[in-house]
């Protein structure tokens, strides 16, 4: 079964840095999306790309996070200077065209500012 | 208002025992899907059910979307079954996913 990749599955940064979390969606998928959580809470809405551009972001998605779709396969959440507060599992997610079709997670990043 | 809502929120059951795990959603969301979340955090997909019953082994889920909720049923609990349960679903008019806050479900031996 197709899966959504992502790598690396768990990261370690201090306050400040910059990180690069990375998909692979599914090949013949056309919209992408990242989710978070925060430890103990529920899944929360990022952003959403589709046709090389953002659809739709949510007040968390603020100026410090930007997504890139770089080439035919890659699909990155970069936040350019991490908080404490940014701490949390990032899991990418991908569909079909359609509405009629579930959505498929990956296996998420842990994110760890210290 | 409350868009998915789950119950209850922490099931705690001796191994072989059924479960049913409800989410009621509100008229603003449509096409549900279940997810477990294992240990490690992983999500998995179970269901995507708009609507209906659907069945995959020791599990199924039914949703009825006129009265605005689903069910997921699990039957002869393992202790591999424990993790949270996550219901969401589409928010009309975007194309955003909006979760409940889960159900933690822990299956002793």
């Known amino acids: 079964e197709p899966e959504v990749t992502q790598t690396p599955s768990h990261q370690v940064t201090q306050m400040g840095q910059e990180v690069i979390l990375r998909c692979v969606p599914i090949s013949n998928h056309l919209y992408f999306y990242w989710y978070r959580q925060i430890l103990g809470q529920k899944v929360e809405f990022l952003v959403s790309?589709?046709?090389?551009?953002?659809?739709?972001k949510s007040e968390i998605f603020d100026d410090q996070f930007s997504v890139e779709r770089p080439d035919g396969s890659n699909f990155t959440l970069k936040i350019r200077s991490t908080k404490l507060e940014d701490s949390a599992m990032y899991f990418c997610a991908s569909r079909e065209q359609g509405i009629s079709i579930g959505y498929t997670f990956g296996s998420g990043t842990r994110l760890t500012v210290v | 208002g409350i868009q998915v809502e789950q119950s209850p929120p922490d099931l705690i059951l001796q191994e072989g025992a059924n479960s049913t795990l409800r989410c009621n959603f509100s008229?603003?969301?449509?096409?549900l899907q279940w997810f477990h979340q294992n240990p490690w955090g992983q999500l998995i997909n179970l269901f995507y059910?708009?609507?209906g019953t659907k069945q995959n082994g020791r599990l199924s889920a039914t949703t009825v979307a006129t009265e605005r909720y689903s069910l997921l049923y699990i039957s002869s609990s393992q202790t591999t079954d424990s993790g949270v349960y996550f219901c969401a679903g589409i928010i009309q008019g975007a194309q955003k996913l909006v979760f409940g806050q889960g159900t933690r479900l822990t299956i002793n031996p």
């Open positions: 008229d603003s969301v449509n096409n």
């Open positions: 059910i708009p609507s």
């Open positions: 790309f589709y046709n090389n551009e953002i659809s739709e």
